[in-house]
C-alpha cells in the first residue's frame, strides 16, 4: 500500500518569511515617508516661482509689486497697497492674488499650499513666502534678486504658515539681504 506525503511550508520557514518582510517594511516606511514629505516641499517651491513671475509680471505693466489677498476686488477698489500680506490657503476653484493699487494679477496654487506675498510701501520690493500644509520647510524668495531660501522645522509638517509652531518670523522688506540673513539658500 502506497502512503500519501502531504509537503507544504513548516512553520519556522513562514516565521523567516514573515520576519523578513517585517524587516523591509520597517526599511520602507520611514523612506516613504521623507519622499512624500520632499515632494511636498516641491510643490510649494513651485508655487514660489510661479507666484514670483506674476509678481514680476504684475511690476512690468504697473511698477509696482502687489500684496497677497483673497479678495482682489475689494483691494483694488481701496486704491491702496494693503498695509500687511494675507496668508491665502489653496482651495479648489478660488480665485487668489497679488493687489497693489492699480491692478490684481492672480496666481494659481497647489492644492494644500500656504502664499504670503509683502511688498514694500511704495510697491518697489517684495518677499513671497510658500508652504505646503505636509511639508516641513517654508521658501522665501525676494524680487530683490534670485535666490530661493528656507527654513526647516519637522514641527511644522502638517501646519500652514500661520500655525507653524514655532511661528514663522516674516523678514523685513528693506533689502535683499533680510533673507540671506536668517534663512538658507537653496
Do not use: C
Not at 500680506?85 to 492672480?106: D, H, P, Y
Amino acid at each position: 500500500m502506497k502512503q500519501n506525503k502531504e509537503s507544504g511550508f513548516t512553520l519556522i520557514e513562514l516565521m523567516i518569511v514573515v520576519a523578513i518582510i517585517g524587516i523591509l517594511a520597517a526599511i520602507a516606511i520611514p523612506q516613504f515617508s521623507q519622499y512624500r514629505i520632499k515632494a511636498f516641499n516641491s510643490a510649494a517651491q513651485s508655487d514660489l516661482r510661479n507666484a514670483k513671475l506674476a509678481e514680476e509680471s504684475l511690476y512690468a505693466d504697473y511698477q509696482q509689486y502687489g500684496q497677497s489677498t483673497a479678495t482682489k476686488a475689494t483691494a483694488i477698489a481701496v486704491g491702496t497697497l494693503l498695509g500687511a500680506g494675507t496668508e491665502l490657503v489653496s482651495t479648489a476653484g478660488a480665485t487668489n492674488g497679488f493687489v497693489n493699487n492699480k491692478a490684481g494679477q492672480g496666481v494659481g496654487l497647489s492644492s494644500n499650499v500656504t502664499l504670503r506675498a509683502d511688498a514694500a510701501g511704495t510697491g518697489s520690493s517684495a518677499v513671497i513666502y510658500t508652504k505646503h500644509a505636509q511639508g516641513d520647510r517654508i521658501f522665501a524668495s525676494d524680487t530683490d534678486g534670485t535666490a530661493i531660501y528656507f527654513q526647516t522645522n519637522i514641527g511644522w509638517v502638517g501646519t500652514d504658515m500661520a500655525t507653524s509652531t514655532p511661528a514663522l518670523t516674516f523678514a523685513t522688506i528693506s533689502t535683499a539681504d533680510d533673507l540671506a540673513a536668517a534663512w538658507i539658500a537653496l
